[in-house]
Antibody, heavy 112, light 107 residues
Framework: EVQLVESGGGLVQPGGSLRLSCITSGFTFSNYWMGWVRQAPGKGLEWVANIKQDGRERYYVDSVKGRFTISRDNAKNSLYLQMNSLRADDTAVYYC?????WGQGTLVTVSS | DIQMTQSPSSLSASVGDRVTITCRASQDISNYLSWFQQKPGKSPKSLIYAASSLHSGVPSKFSASGSGTDFTLTISSLQPEDFATYYCQQYNTYPHTFGQGTKLEIK
């Protein structure tokens, strides 16, 4: 069974940092592009970032460039999102995604 | 950025109906289009990739077509579990933009 399990969300003050993790199982993680998609409360889906199988290509939506970093550890079947300089408009549920499925999401709330 | 526009934004239908949702890209995306289903409080589920290919385990009541800029998702014989919000996403060019969603409600 394919599983993607996110963790690391929570309440953080504006300007703060969080690191999201996604542990996967049930498929060959190293064979797939991986990504993060977010959904602000009551809103639609927004693609955030993607990373290639070997980690050598990374792409970001303009609104997070320079603040967020996507990375992966193929030995641990894990995907990460380091989020710095967080703003109120980063508040959302963050989903770990792949061709093989989506995680259940982790809520990030940026508020003072 | 490529803009993805879904229509309608909301749709009321009855159990047993057949419905079609459209997705239009602001420029040619070939067949690099996916469709997702999201139920309230749940994470999205992948339905379609490459514009018309069903993901494993997705029932054949879902079908999709299109290429270039115009795409459709059709759901036949609606059942209660099909009432959800549907999103298209292009993955031809970064950023991989989503449509705004189509909320399918029971009439």
């Amino acid at each position: 069974e394919v599983q993607l399990v996110e963790s690391g969300g929570g309440l953080v003050q504006p300007g703060g940092s969080l690191r999201l993790s996604c542990i996967t199982s049930g498929f060959t993680f190293s064979n797939y592009w991986m990504g993060w998609v977010r959904q602000a409360p009551g809103k639609g889906l927004e693609w955030v970032a993607n990373i290639k199988q070997d980690g050598r290509e990374r792409y970001y939506v303009d609104s997070v460039k320079g603040r967020f970093t996507i990375s992966r550890d193929n030995a641990k079947n894990s995907l990460y999102l380091q989020m710095n300089s967080l703003r109120a408009d980063d508040t959302a549920v963050y989903y770990c995604t792949s061709f093989r499925g989506w995680g259940q999401g982790t809520l990030v709330t940026v508020s003072s | 950025d490529i803009q993805m526009t879904q229509s309608p934004s909301s749709l009321s239908a009855s159990v047993g109906d057949r419905v079609t949702i459209t997705c239009r890209a602001s420029q040619d995306i070939s067949n690099y289009l996916s469709w997702f289903q999201q139920k309230p409080g749940k994470s999205p589920k992948s339905l379609i990739y490459a514009a018309s290919s069903l993901h494993s385990g997705v029932p054949s009541k879902f079908s999709a077509s299109g290429s270039g800029t115009d795409f459709t998702l059709t759901i036949s014989s609606l059942q209660p579990e099909d009432f959800a919000t549907y999103y298209c996403q292009q993955y031809n060019t970064y950023p991989h933009t989503f449509g705004q969603g189509t909320k399918l409600e029971i009439k």
